[in-house]
């Protein structure tokens, strides 16, 4: 089998920049990824990224892809990962298609939404159950429907919906909501949405689509009549696939100042580590820094 | 004879503005249905595919759910 100098696992921004700095410097390489673009894409408005004044997710995203054909960057895409292993030198990458190996790998695979664990999550997903307002919000037109979450992404797809939406619920587990002040007196302001502290979500209810939702406070459990329900609980890492790093407590990859895990040869970059901050700048900075690392490590070791 | 595409999506959604992109790489017409804004279009692509999620595509009949590259390579012949 082929042995690769480098692998990058993702194809967000951390991903794409690490390999547009490893084509740079002409190592033999492969990306491989669920996506592109990851979290960037699924972004509204993107008004801090240097250099672009204002740009939407998927706009940027088509840049960053753009900006990889420029370097005929070989992609591995719609491919999940399932394993990264070291033996001796060489790391064993299992995917959803194919095994590779390579010398050193970066992980790069971003974070995804979080799910409920609740009754009737799974089955209705896709049908009424949602963790994309932006996407699928549209399709909500004069419905009740139900956001779950209390920081700002519930916040976020709260006032996309409430343009859309006939009425909503916010379903929030603590006794008051977090999140942007701006953001936050607008959905209190708003004559149709209803805020529901304290509350949590117990089941999906349905019979080919969802039809209701069952909620609990601390005293009593009931049904609330909606169509719709967007999931938006927070974000967790695509950090499972690799077993014997070092994660955080939240199982975030530990890395040190310069993208190391760990484990020798192993790099991880973006939202799936500990880097304080999680933002498209910070995780295309950290991109380009763990493929540096990586051809200094690869030089080092004279591979 | 060219087969009949069309798209049903949200104006927003980064999967559908992708499969678009891609088919138009590819020289593919397609109809473009906003199921946003046309609720006639969302019930006929409710009740095609039997769920909400878009983007979905009908290729001369047959249905797919989401950005399914490989899927829509085989039913297109590109």
Request: aromatic residues 8%; contains cysteine; proline residues 2%.
């Amino acid at each position: 089998m082929l042995i690769y100098d480098l692998i990058i696992i993702g194809a967000g921004p951390a991903g794409i920049t690490a390999s547009v700095y490893a084509a740079r410097k002409k190592l033999n390489f492969l990306v491989i990824s669920v996506d592109i673009g990851g979290q960037t894409a699924w972004s509204g408005d993107i008004e801090n990224y240097t250099g672009y004044q204002f740009i939407s997710g998927p706009e940027l995203t088509q840049k960053f892809e753009e900006h990889m054909h420029k370097y005929n960057i070989p992609l591995k895409e719609n491919e999940e990962i399932f394993s990264v292993d070291k033996t001796g030198d060489i790391f064993l990458i299992k995917t959803s298609k194919a095994d590779y190996q390579a010398r050193t790998v970066i992980i790069a695979s971003g974070k995804k939404s979080k799910e409920l664990q609740v009754a009737g999550e799974k089955e209705f997903k896709n049908h009424g159950l949602t963790y994309c307002a932006t996407c699928d919000g549209p399709l909500f037109a004069n419905k009740v429907v139900a956001v779950v979450g209390g920081g700002n992404s519930a916040l976020d797809a709260t006032l996309q919906l409430m343009k859309i939406a006939k009425q909503i619920y916010l379903i929030n587990i603590t006794d008051q909501l977090a999140g942007d002040a701006i953001m936050l007196q607008k959905v209190q302001e708003a004559s149709n949405v209803k805020i529901m502290n304290n509350h949590q979500v117990s089941a999906v209810l349905g019979d080919k689509f969802v039809r209701a939702i069952k909620i609990k406070d601390q005293s009593q459990e009931k049904e609330l009549a909606v169509e719709g329900v967007f999931v938006e609980i927070g974000l967790i890492p695509n950090s499972g696939f690799v077993k014997n790093v070092e994660k955080n407590e939240y199982n975030e990859i530990n890395i040190n100042l310069r993208n190391q895990t760990n484990i020798a040869g192993m790099f991880a970059a973006g939202d799936v580590t500990n880097v304080p901050e999680k933002q498209i700048i910070i995780a295309a900075g950290e991109g380009s820094k763990a493929a540096l690392g990586a051809f200094r490590y690869l030089a080092q070791h004279k591979f | 004879m060219a087969k009949s595409v069309i798209v049903y999506s949200t104006l927003t959604c980064p999967w559908c503005i992708r499969v678009k992109q891609y088919l138009k790489e590819n020289n593919v017409l397609f109809l473009d249905w906003d199921v946003g804004a046309d609720k006639v279009a969302a019930d006929e692509m409710v009740k095609k595919s039997g769920q909400m999620g878009v983007p979905v595509l009908d290729i001369d009949g047959q249905i797919i759910v989401g950005f399914d590259k490989e899927k829509i390579k085989q039913l297109l012949g590109i």
